[in-house]
């Protein structure tokens, strides 16, 4: 048995760095293949607690493959319930928040939009409490969707630039696979205020010149 789970194991952190190759070459698809193919070979190996932090970590990727691309965002809440567990009984306070705001932007994309809320602050506050900076600029995204919610669009506007500037310093592009979330925001802020500025936003998001949209 103890064979099994070990062979398990390792072939959980193969598929799950061939995912990451495979997110390195912007093939979002593949990507997401390979990493849910990690969680379920990890899901039934989880009695051994060297598995639990490749788990939080799959399932996190899994969570933000699946919103970039649009696609079975139903299953996402159970896998990240199962990863909260887990990430408490770590004490894992870094992967807790993450999860917390990945939770918050899918209550949003529900149309929850009081759990999306309440849920984003409690996090984002929890982001603020831990002092990493590397957590801080990933939370710029989970910002702008805060303040979206709540109307308050200038504010939402500078944390979306401040979240795709965050993804050009890592080296993505902006017509690349992790930014649609990001645009999508942008453009709903230009159609409900039909002002130039959102629309000059989104160009600039994009690398574009020429007149606003």
């Keep these: 048995m103890k064979k099994k789970t070990d062979k398990e194991s390792k072939a959980a952190r193969a598929y799950f760095d061939l995912a990451e190759n495979a997110l390195q070459k912007d ?3 593949e990507a ?5 193919k990690t969680i379920q070979l990890l899901k039934p190996a989880l009695e051994n ?8 970590s799959a399932v996190l990727l899994l969570s933000q493959i699946r919103y970039c691309l649009g ?5 996402i809440p159970d896998y990240l319930g199962q990863a909260r567990y887990i990430a408490e009984k770590l004490g894992d306070k870094r992967s807790l928040a993450i999860i917390g705001l990945h939770l918050g932007r899918l209550y ?11 849920t984003l602050s409690l996090w984002l506050e929890a982001v603020e409490e831990l002092g990493d900076k590397d957590i801080q600029l990933r939370a710029a995204e989970f ?13 939402a506007a500078e944390y979306f630039d401040m979240a795709i500037q965050n993804e050009k310093k890592m080296g993505k592009q902006p017509d690349q696979p992790a930014y649609p979330g990001i645009l999508q925001f942008f453009s709903n802020m230009h159609r409900s205020t039909q002002s130039r500025h959102w629309g000059v936003g989104i ?7 020429g007149e606003a949209l």
Excluded: C, P, R, W
């Design 71 to 75: 696609k079975k965002l139903g299953e």
């Design 203 to 209: 160009q600039l998001a994009m690398g574009q010149t």
């Design 32 to 36: 997401m293949v390979l990493v849910e």
């Design 49 to 56: 607690d060297k598995n639990h932090a490749l788990f939080v």
């Design 143 to 155: 910002h702008g969707i805060f303040y979206y919610i709540q109307g308050m669009h200038i504010e």
């Design 27 to 29: 093939k979002m698809e």
């Design 108 to 118: 949003y994309l529900g149309a929850k939009i009081s759990d999306a809320a309440s």
